[in-house]
């Protein structure tokens, strides 16, 4: 089965500061891997997707990910936070399966302190 | 181009009734798929509708049921209400039923079952 680990529910980084948030994944095939961003009381909106094209990709807001393979990581990294950043970021695969069923982290709540 | 948007926002049921939860997709998507996101997890995937099909279907008993209507829109029934289906449940839409490509998700319906 597909799944997705979060390191750390909760990361907090200054303003200007780089921001890591860490997804290691589980899949005996190729997955198809995906950032999402949850602001409060609303839905999911995607960040960047990794599907087997070059392994840095690269996403909105300043955004990126590095798939890589020997590690099964897909870290997420921005170099420099904005306030606008806090959020919580949910990584998701997708399953072997059935491609459009995705397998979510349980998320991490990103704060950014002025 | 207008996205997905779901009905109710916010609804309260008490233990043992039932609820019906809509979406419409974005415009030009015919697979709707449905989360349940309980308080501090990620998504967790309940089912697929593809072209009125239920096409895949994550671990939920039977008193979730579903429904996608020719015009690719869809709804969620949930029978039997227990206390631990209050969560968040988002839907989202996309195009195809194999392969992967972006969720594009609604903002939601928030169940609080009493």
């Known amino acids: 089965a597909q799944s997705v680990t979060q390191l750390g529910s909760h990361v907090s980084v200054s303003e200007g500061a780089l921001v890591l948030l860490r997804c290691n994944y589980s899949?005996?095939?190729?997955?198809?891997l995906f950032w999402y961003v949850q602001y409060p009381n609303q839905g999911l909106q995607l960040l960047l997707k990794?599907?087997?094209?070059?392994?840095l990709v690269k996403g909105i807001n300043g955004f990126e990910a590095e798939f890589k393979k020997s590690e099964t990581s897909f870290h997420l990294t921005k170099p420099s936070a904005h306030m606008s950043d806090a959020a919580e970021y949910f990584c998701?695969?997708?399953?072997?399966?059935?491609?459009?069923?995705?397998?979510f982290g349980s998320g991490t709540k990103l704060n950014v302190k002025p | 181009e207008t996205g997905v948007t779901q009905s109710p926002t916010h609804l309260i049921k008490t233990r043992g009734q039932q609820v019906t939860l809509r979406c419409s997709s974005q415009?030009?998507?015919?697979?709707v798929s449905w989360y349940q996101q309980a308080l501090g997890q990620g998504p967790q995937f309940i089912f697929q509708?593809?072209?009125?099909?239920?096409?895949g279907r994550g671990n939920f008993p039977p008193r979730f049921s579903g429904l996608q209507f020719p015009n690719y829109s869809s709804e969620l029934n949930v029978n039997a209400l227990e206390l631990d289906d209050s969560a968040l449940y988002l839907c989202?839409?996309?195009?195809?039923?194999?392969?992967?490509?972006?969720?594009?998700f609604g903002e939601g319906s928030r169940l609080t079952v009493l």
């Open positions: 509708y593809y072209r009125e099909e239920e096409n």
């Open positions: 990794y599907t087997s094209a070059a392994t």
């Open positions: 989202a839409s996309s195009s195809g039923g194999t392969s992967t490509g972006e969720l594009f």
């Open positions: 998701a695969v997708s399953g072997k399966d059935n491609f459009n069923k995705f397998y």
């Open positions: 415009s030009g998507h015919n697979t």
């Open positions: 899949s005996s095939v190729p997955p198809y």
